[in-house]
T-cell receptor
Framework: NAGVTQTPKFQVLKTGQSMTLQCAQD?????MSWYRQDPGMGLRLIHY???????DQGEVPNGYNVSRSTTEDFPLRLLSAAPSQTSVYFC???????????FGPGTRLTVL | AQKITQTQPGMFVQEKEAVTLDCTYD???????LFWYKQPSSGEMIFLIY??????QNATEGRYSLNFQKARKSANLVISASQLGDSAMYFC????????????FGKGTTLSVSS
């Protein structure tokens, strides 16, 4: 099992550009989520999904969209990148809500 | 509102010594879960240990144990016999009762182990 995979590992964007961060898991987990990690802030929830076709907002959803068309994939879209979105982004999954969440390796995003 | 507090920004310990990383939490939900994750300098988040609010015994996983004091709302991580590879950031997290029970994280404690 590859576990939770994320691509790309690093990305530099210019303000106003859009892009999609990819997340996939091969553990047949129903629950997937996206967090961002900023210095001194811990991890904060952006969006989450409790199953294919079901998504909802977390603590800091503005500027991001998600969709969940399959159990395996949960992409995060930045609509119009801003310097405030410079962060490390983690995708996580678990078998069900409340179970231990397993994290991908992260994507380090810089917006200039 | 639910909250996790880690009051130690940095801790220093020598190899082979034990170290305790503090974590206090706040919740009004009677059912909750507490987690510890390790983040080495390479950046990945590694799950270490879990404690459920109804668990009668403190959780243990190898050299990691969780000192769970429910009345005091604390869930301290104890690492026995520290190793150089334990140097990392450690996060305490709580399973929330909202947002699909996503995790609420503390701000982390940096542990430095010296020889």
């Amino acid at each position: 099992n590859a576990g939770v995979t994320q691509t790309p590992k690093f990305q530099v964007l210019k303000t106003g550009q859009s892009m999609t961060l990819q997340c996939a898991q091969d553990m047949n987990h129903e629950y997937m989520s996206w967090y961002r990690q900023d210095p001194g802030m811990g991890l904060r929830l952006i969006h989450y999904s409790v199953g294919a076709g079901i998504t909802d907002q977390g603590e800091v959803p503005n500027g991001y969209n998600v969709s969940r068309s399959t159990t395996e994939d949960f992409p995060l879209r930045l609509l119009s990148a801003a310097p405030s979105q410079t962060s490390v982004y983690f995708c996580a999954s678990s078998y069900s809500p409340g179970d231990t969440q397993y994290f991908g390796p992260g994507t380090r995003l810089t917006v200039l | 509102a639910q909250k996790i507090t880690q009051t130690q920004p940095g801790m220093f310990v020598q190899e082979k010594e034990a170290v305790t990383l503090d974590c206090t939490y706040d919740t009004s939900d009677p059912s909750y879960g507490l987690f510890w994750y390790k983040q080495p300098s390479s950046g990945e988040m590694i799950f270490l240990i879990y404690q459920g609010s109804y668990d009668q015994q403190n959780a243990t996983e190898g050299r990691y144990s969780l000192n769970f004091q429910k009345a005091r709302k604390s869930a301290n991580l104890v690492i026995s016999a520290s190793q150089l590879g334990d140097s990392a950031m450690y996060f305490c997290a709580m399973r929330g009762n909202q947002a699909g029970t996503a995790l609420i994280f503390g701000k982390g404690t940096t542990l430095s182990v010296s020889s």
